[in-house]
């Protein structure tokens, strides 16, 4: 099953493979030749295929916990005072997604959107220490019944060029539910309160939607 950010993408890849293939068979005389550039662009069709694949989740909705909102590594564990919304002290866990994760974001939390706000910015390196706050980014605050507010940020990085973002303030939101994607995504941000009980280390590699990275 595939996301349906990737439809248009996806038809566009399949007509270019395709032309292509027919191009290579009929202009280019040279046998090997054929099969070389055939593979590479079947090569470049499985790849984009996989980008947007959009696996179903079982997720286990409970309010006392956070599901992890998208697959990745876990690279950032550690208390930040926030300012954007909070003006306090939080716990960030950040979970770096590679070009081979799946990249949909899940919600995670059920609740009501307080906040959801899109920032332009720069395509840092998404492990740069700043692309939290410089990068093109989305925040997004939902106030669940047992932990209060809690924000999430998508991040750009240097190879995201564009963020989806479902939330839309007021909204009722579920746990697992889709709630966007990162086209060549980077990098989701979590920030919850201090006395969070975290579920996962740091580099620990999680599944969206389904792993539980924090409780209260």
Known sequence: MF??????????????????????ENFVGLTWLNKFLSIVLLIFY?????FFRNPK????INDSTIIAPVDGKVVVIEEVFEKEFFNDKRIQISIFMSPLNVHVTRYPISGKVNLSKYHPGKFL?????????????TTVVIE?????????RQIAGALA??????????MQVVQGEDAGFIKFGSRVDVFLPLNTKIKV??????????QVIAEI
């Open 144 to 152: 669940s019944k047992t932990f209060g507010n809690v924000l999430y």
């Open 57 to 60: 989740r079982k997720t286990p």
């Open 201 to 210: 280390n740091l580099n620990d590699k999680v599944k969206g939607g389904e």
């Open 46 to 50: 499985i790849l984009i295929l996989q």
């Open 161 to 170: 060029k564009r963020i989806v973002n479902y939330a839309k303030p007021t």
């Open 125 to 137: 390196v998404a492990w740069h220490p700043k692309a939290s706050e410089e990068n093109e980014r």
């Open 3 to 24: 996301h349906k950010e990737g439809y248009k993408i996806i038809l566009i890849a399949t007509i270019i493979v395709g032309v292509g293939i027919i191009c290579i």
